[in-house]
């Protein structure tokens, strides 16, 4: 019986079917067979994965035998649950020698509580009892050199390990990525397959995310192929990982494709596709993505899948689909997540609703800079530049510490606000006062902020003071400047500048053609054109794009293929004879 029994509970164990566990731990103690250690063992187990760590206590405390099967379960079952103290101190009070599975537990526990030192002890144990070449262990003790930040000590693991196997590999890709070494990773994963060892899914995420961050998309573009030869490209942790490289890249047709390619997609697979139409500009596509898997999947959205809508609907400047989705989270969720509030204040404010925003801000329990960040960035934009200053002065009273993106808000809201001193002492206190250096943004701002107050000099300055100040966007907002208040002689050494630098864009080219012909001086007007023409560059066509009835419709300059041009022929036609017999009728 004790046997039947025994089996029973190991296979609800392996299901995690805690109710029919519970069933047969009461049969258990009805027929009075829990002093033998293998049935206690087997219900200690099956509480222990099933995450009830004080079941599984109790049970573990009232045992009269306990072997290392009984620690191992308890001390497993505790790093499991996350509680990796817990772990260690049963593990401190072991009288038994550990097993393999035992010190691989223990020294995960260490990994996660970040305890280097604690590691080492353990680490130094399992070396005096000839355990730490064992694979199980030799890769927990690589994952936690890893996430301590001691890659050297890791590699060092793996030289002494007595059969690296993949496992062994993974830890160390993934842990060369945690340790923003992407080229070591990288250098791990060839290594893995010059041994002859097939990556797994584990491998190619890994490898991928290498990729992604060294921004190099030949090699991620190799991986994928490599993927799609192990069949493994429909997996969704490895699908969702080559999703997140082509977004990087704004490749949204192949992201899209390598979406639907998926089997069996999981929550992270549609919200990775959602945030990467919100990062690629198709907000459109974002929204239809919600829907489809809302009414068609029955996926239940969580905060990032909020979060990355509301900022597809901040995108269109959709205030009807953000407040459809703001009214769902009211009646779904009471505990709101910041950043969701933060999704929700930058919503508001893109679609011009600048007060429902700063009231949505103000009525959250929880900000942290992110909102600071936010709530100053949509009064700057909407030109309430004191306003801005004012939330930041908030914002250091209450003991938010700014962050680079902090001061874009700031620079900005003194550019829409010609607070030209305000804006230099801001600039200037970034590195000073808060150890910030400026990037390209920032001195983008600070030039911007110059030029538009006629400080052409003074912003040409800081041109050649900074080395950012040789950057094409730099050199291009000033010369933008230089057509506002139509400064020819600082606007051609500009445009020199950037023509030396060889453009990517148009924008140097139509800027001076507008700077000559805004001082009449149509001979360089038609130079300027020439030298557009001759650099091969095409303008990129602008487009608007309307809402009607919860769609949107998007009109491109020069192009008439849209399926109801006949429709909005006639309409335009009808609107300009009204519009003329209107004027001639003012004119009688």
Not at 126 to 138: D, E, M, N, R
Not at 153 to 167: K, Q
Not at 189 to 204: A, C, E, I, N, Y
Request: charged fraction near 20%.
């Amino acid at each position: 019986m004790a046997k039947s029994i025994s089996s029973l509970l190991h296979h609800c164990s392996k299901t995690k079917a805690l109710q029919q566990g519970i069933s047969l731990h009461a049969a258990v103690l009805k027929m009075g067979i829990q002093p033998d250690v293998i049935v206690s063992n087997h219900v200690l187990n099956l509480y222990a994965k099933c995450g009830k760590m004080i079941l599984a206590r109790k049970v573990f405390d009232e045992m009269s035998e306990r072997n290392l099967v009984s620690w191992s379960a308890m001390i497993s079952g505790h790093h499991q649950a996350g509680e990796h103290l817990l772990a260690l101190e049963l593990f401190s009070q072991m009288h038994l020698l550990p097993n393999e599975y035992i010190f691989a537990s223990a020294i995960s526990a260490c990994a996660g509580i970040q305890s280097l030192v604690k590691g080492q002890q353990i680490h130094a144990y399992s070396l005096k009892f000839g355990y730490a070449s064992i694979s199980f262990v030799c890769n927990s003790l690589i994952s936690m050199y890893m996430k301590v930040g001691y890659s050297s000590d890791a590699l060092l693991v793996y030289g002494e390990a007595f059969e690296p196997n993949l496992v062994s590999f993974n830890a160390l890709i993934a842990g060369f990525v945690e340790n923003q070494q992407p080229e070591k990773g990288f250098e791990v994963f060839k290594l893995m397959l010059r041994q002859g060892l097939l990556p797994d899914r584990f491998s190619f995420a890994g490898g991928l995310e290498i990729c992604s961050v060294s921004n190099d998309l030949r090699k991620g573009m190799i991986l994928h192929c490599l993927a799609v030869k192990r069949k493994l490209e429909s997996n969704p942790f490895v699908g969702n990982t080559i999703m997140a490289l082509y977004s990087k890249f704004n490749l949204i047709g192949e992201t899209e494709k390598a979406f639907r390619l998926i089997e069996g997609k999981d929550l992270i697979s549609w919200n990775t596709f959602i945030a990467a139409c919100s990062h690629c500009a198709d907000y459109e596509k974002g929204l239809s993505v919600f829907k489809e898997m809302s009414n068609n999947h029955g996926e239940r959205p969580d905060d990032f899948t909020f979060a990355s809508i509301l900022a597809a609907c901040a995108g269109l400047a959709s205030v009807q689909h953000g407040k459809q989705i703001h009214a769902h989270l009211i009646r779904m969720r009471l505990n709101q997540d910041v950043g969701v509030g933060n999704a929700l204040v930058n919503m508001y404010a893109k679609c011009g609703l600048i007060s429902c925003s700063y009231k949505l801000f103000n009525k959250m329990l929880h900000r942290n800079v992110v909102s600071w960040n936010t709530i100053i960035a949509a009064h700057a934009n909407h030109g309430l530049g004191g306003s801005a200053l004012k939330l930041f002065e908030q914002m250091k009273a209450m003991g938010i510490k700014p962050d680079s993106v902090t001061f874009i808000g700031l620079l900005t809201a003194c550019n829409h606000a010609g607070l030209v001193k305000e804006g230099e002492a801001y600039f200037n206190s970034m590195e000073k006062t808060y150890g910030i250096s400026p990037d390209i943004e920032h001195f983008t701002c600070l030039i911007d902020l110059l030029g538009r107050a006629g400080k052409l000099l003074e912003a040409e300055e800081y041109t050649k003071k900074f080395p950012l100040g040789h950057d094409p966007i730099v050199l291009g907002t000033l010369l933008s400047a230089c057509w506002l208040h139509r400064d020819v002689v600082i606007g051609e050494r500009l445009a020199k500048q950037l023509f030396h630098l060889q453009p990517t864009t148009t924008s140097p080219y139509v800027l001076l053609s507008n700077l000559y012909a805004s001082d009449g001086m149509w001979g360089d007007v038609a130079g300027a054109r020439k030298m557009l023409k001759d650099s091969g560059l095409k303008k990129e066509p602008s487009y608007s794009m309307i809402e009607v009835q919860g769609t949107f419709e998007k009109f491109t300059v020069a192009e008439f293929s849209h399926s109801k041009i006949g429709e909005i022929n006639y309409m335009l036609k009808t609107l300009s004879l009204a519009a003329g017999e209107a004027y001639l009728s003012h004119l009688s």
